[in-house]
């Protein structure tokens, strides 16, 4: 049974396309999310592309010299960001499942973007 | 009706703050208003006061400054973006113990709490993205 309905799902929806570690989207995308929600917001995620790396399981900081995104992400749940959204489609192409992601997340098919993207009041698209 | 612009694209480096520029003159010359446009990401270098490109390409940072000082568009810029790029206004220069200011009035240093709010008290938020 699906977890996608026409009911409207929150007040921002920030949608996450770039890969972690080679630039700041990531980082910038949910420093967003986290004012929103420190706001009063109700807040999604959407992982679409390459966003569906950021949620792999045991990423360090690295050797780049950057904080690294776990640590962010494992701290949506004290923000109460309890949505994850992420785009089946992306997921699959990459050899991904569900599995292999530090969070649960709830898969969404190609028909169904639309009405997640339909359910939020603001979408910010990084 | 009255827009807001999100430019999350440097200047040159991408077509994103050169778009984003056309769309607001393209707007207000259809009547419409463009009150606020708030740089983030690369975009917060659309702010860069020494910015000098040579004399027969556009000058984006002063297209900027005219289109505030001509329709009292606000120019925002996310103060956490900024600084970690070297963008600082004289108090945050002397805040820093830097001899340098890179980034002055029109342009205002502010928090993404602003952002949030832009997308609420204005009819469109239009993002323009590399």
Known sequence: ?126 | MRYALLVLGGPYSHQAAHSALRFAHAAIARGHRVDTVFFYHDGVYNASHFAAPPQDEPHLVDAWCDLQRTHGTTLQVCVAAALRRGLLDAREAERHGKSGVSLEPPFELTGLGQLLDIGQTHERLITFAP
């Not at chain 1, 807040?43 to 780049?64: H, I, Y």
């Not at chain 1, 993207?117 to 910010?124: C, P």
Request: proline share 6%; hydrophobic share 45%; no cysteine.
């Open chain 1, 1 to 126: 049974m699906s977890e996608i309905t026409e009911a409207p799902h929150g007040d921002l929806l920030v949608m996450l396309r770039h890969a972690p570690h080679g630039g700041l989207w990531l980082r910038e995308a949910l420093d967003l999310a986290l004012v929103g929600a420190a706001f009063g917001q109700s807040v999604s995620l959407l992982l679409m592309g390459d966003g569906v790396w950021a949620l792999l399981r045991e990423q360090g900081p690295g050797p780049l010299g950057q904080k690294g995104s776990q640590s962010t992400f494992e701290m949506l749940e004290m923000y109460d960001i309890e949505r994850l959204y992420v785009d089946a489609d992306s997921l699959e192409t990459r050899g991904l499942t569900p599995d292999d992601l530090l969070l649960p997340v709830i898969e969404v098919s190609a028909p169904e973007l639309s009405t997640v993207l339909a359910g939020h009041r603001q979408i910010f698209n990084f």
